[in-house]
């Protein structure tokens, strides 16, 4: 086994001297580990992709953004079949989707 070093967000915000307000969330279900973190708290946009269903309740997690106030922007099912993974965990299909906070500006724009 390889061990990787790992680092925290705030870490790595202190070093680059900037704070994220994005999160791209593709790790295989993992998104209560990111979660823990309190990323979540800071961040304005979500870019996530729900896989791993047989081992995550992501209508938990919509639930939980929602009350948070985001707000689902885009939502789209792969159209490969990924019922064939090895592991057979992935399912028929992840979910990639798109959620912004009302805080969340694209240029003067606010998107709602």
Same mark, same amino acid.
């Given at each position: 086994?390889? =061990?990787?070093?790992?680092?925290?967000?705030? =870490?790595? =915000?202190?070093?680059? *001297?900037?704070?994220?307000?994005?999160?791209? +969330?593709?790790?295989?279900?993992? +998104?209560?580990? !990111?979660?823990? %973190?309190? +990323?979540?708290?800071?961040?304005?946009? !979500?870019?996530? =992709?729900?896989?791993?269903?047989?081992?995550?309740?992501?209508?938990?997690?919509?639930?939980?953004?929602?009350?948070? *106030?985001?707000?689902?922007?885009?939502?789209?099912?792969? %159209? /490969?079949?990924?019922? /064939?993974?090895?592991? *057979?965990?992935? *399912?028929?299909g992840a979910v990639?989707?798109?959620?912004?906070?009302? %805080?969340?500006?694209?240029?003067?724009?606010?998107?709602?």
């Amino acid at each position: 086994m390889v =061990e990787v070093p790992n680092f925290d967000f705030r =870490e790595i =915000e202190k070093r680059v *001297g900037s704070i994220f307000n994005v999160a791209l +969330i593709d790790c295989e279900g993992c +998104i209560k580990h !990111i979660a823990a %973190t309190g +990323i979540l708290d800071q961040v304005h946009l !979500i870019l996530l =992709e729900a896989d791993r269903t047989k081992f995550v309740n992501y209508e938990k997690w919509y639930r939980h953004l929602l009350n948070r *106030g985001f707000a689902n922007v885009w939502m789209s099912q792969d %159209t /490969l079949d990924l019922a /064939l993974a090895a592991d *057979g965990a992935t *399912g028929p299909g992840a979910v990639h989707e798109f959620s912004s906070h009302p %805080t969340f500006c694209v240029g003067s724009a606010v998107v709602r």
